[in-house]
């Protein structure tokens, strides 16, 4: 016979019977502390799923481990201090940060109140799984904001950075991604990475597969374009104006195995790529590296060697300035002149 711990991860991975998900639902209606496992058990999941990139970790055998340990801690366990015990068990990286950001009432808060935010370190690479098993993967210093369960008619997430969905299929609930320059991506199923920095004024949407439409505002009048696989678009917040361009997505994704595509890729372009991946910041007091472009593929290589290319092919000199402290974290500075 399945345990609760057992239903409750077919439940989320969307593998649970007609009957299991009438048990389960029935199950976490009974208590807050029911309700309250729920979530601990699906943020357990997440961190399970989120991983480096690079790791190879047998997430399988590693969840059976925390499930065995679960079992010998099944009550009276904080929230925080049960996931915290749940991290070491599966010796995860903490590459993400995972907050709870709003929770209703727990006496009348039905589970799909809570409102998670997923944030990666500077220089990490995680991935993850929706409650609708649409699969992402989060670039660095990036932030995926998300219902822990899709109610109504559409399944509706927010982005600030950068992010390749492989969105699950579901005709009759669109997929919408919001960004903070006031336009969004909406789908039904596709491939797409989208990049919207809450920094930058542009937002660089490239299809991979299936269909997308853009939607953006222009003198304060919505429009929208319906994206083809293989086109990106390029929209500026600031004024209004979108670029569109054909791909083979090569650049726009090498972040995903850490690796770093230049394709002719304008100055401020290419250190933009470089500030995420290594997590510096570039001060640069002349306008005249702008007109730049630099093309190249680099993998696990050290920053020193990707300026010392850039040195040779412009001309460009570099150095590093200080470390100063940025949110209680060193941050590097180079220099560009």
Same mark, same amino acid.
């Given at each position: 016979h399945s345990t609760i711990e057992d239903l409750l991860i077919s439940y989320y991975d969307g593998k649970a019977t007609a009957d299991e998900i009438q048990e389960i639902e029935a199950w976490i209606k009974l208590s807050d502390e029911n309700k309250k496992k729920a979530m601990d058990i699906y943020t357990l999941l997440l961190m399970t799923d989120t991983q480096q990139i690079t790791e190879k970790m047998d997430m399988n055998e590693e969840l059976s481990k925390v499930k065995g340990r679960m079992q010998e801690n099944k009550y009276h366990i904080s929230w925080w201090g049960w996931i915290q015990r749940a991290a070491v068990a599966l010796l995860i990286p903490m590459a993400i940060t995972i907050l709870v950001l709003l929770n209703q009432p727990q006496s009348t808060a039905p589970v799909h109140a809570q409102i998670f935010e997923v944030r990666t370190q500077p220089g990490m690479i995680t991935s993850f799984r929706l409650p609708d098993s649409t699969l992402v993967y989060l670039n660095s210093g990036s932030v995926l904001k998300y219902p822990s369960i899709f109610t109504g008619n559409i399944r509706e997430v927010s982005l600030n950075g950068e992010a390749y969905f492989e969105v699950a299929k579901d005709p009759e609930h669109k997929f919408i991604v919001s960004t903070p320059q006031k336009s969004k991506v909406e789908v039904l199923g596709t491939h797409f990475?989208?990049?919207? *920095?809450? %920094?930058?004024? %542009?937002? @660089?949407?490239? =299809?991979?597969?299936? +269909?997308?439409?853009?939607?953006?505002? +222009?003198?304060? #009048?919505? &429009? +929208? @374009? =319906?994206?083809?696989p293989g086109q990106k678009v390029i929209y500026n917040n600031k004024d209004g104006q979108i670029l569109s361009y054909n791909t083979n997505g090569e650049s726009e994704l090498a972040w995903m195995d850490q690796k770093i595509i230049f394709d002719k890729t304008p100055f401020k372009a290419a250190l933009h790529i470089l500030k995420k991946r290594y997590n510096v910041d570039f001060i640069v007091n002349t306008s005249k590296f702008d +007109?730049?472009?630099?093309?190249?593929? *680099?993998?696990?290589q050290y920053i020193e060697e990707i300026l010392e290319n850039f040195k040779i092919s412009s001309h460009i000199r570099?150095?590093?300035?200080? =470390?100063?402290?940025? #949110? &209680?974290? %060193?941050?590097? #500075? @180079?220099? @560009?002149?």
């Open positions: 990475n989208l990049e919207a *920095f809450d %920094e930058m004024d %542009e937002v @660089i949407t490239t =299809l991979v597969e299936g +269909k997308v439409e853009f939607v953006y505002e +222009k003198d304060g #009048q919505g &429009s +929208k @374009i =319906l994206m083809r +007109k730049y472009t630099f093309t190249g593929a *680099f993998t696990e570099w150095r590093n300035v200080k =470390l100063t402290n940025n #949110q &209680s974290e %060193e941050r590097r #500075q @180079i220099e @560009i002149y």
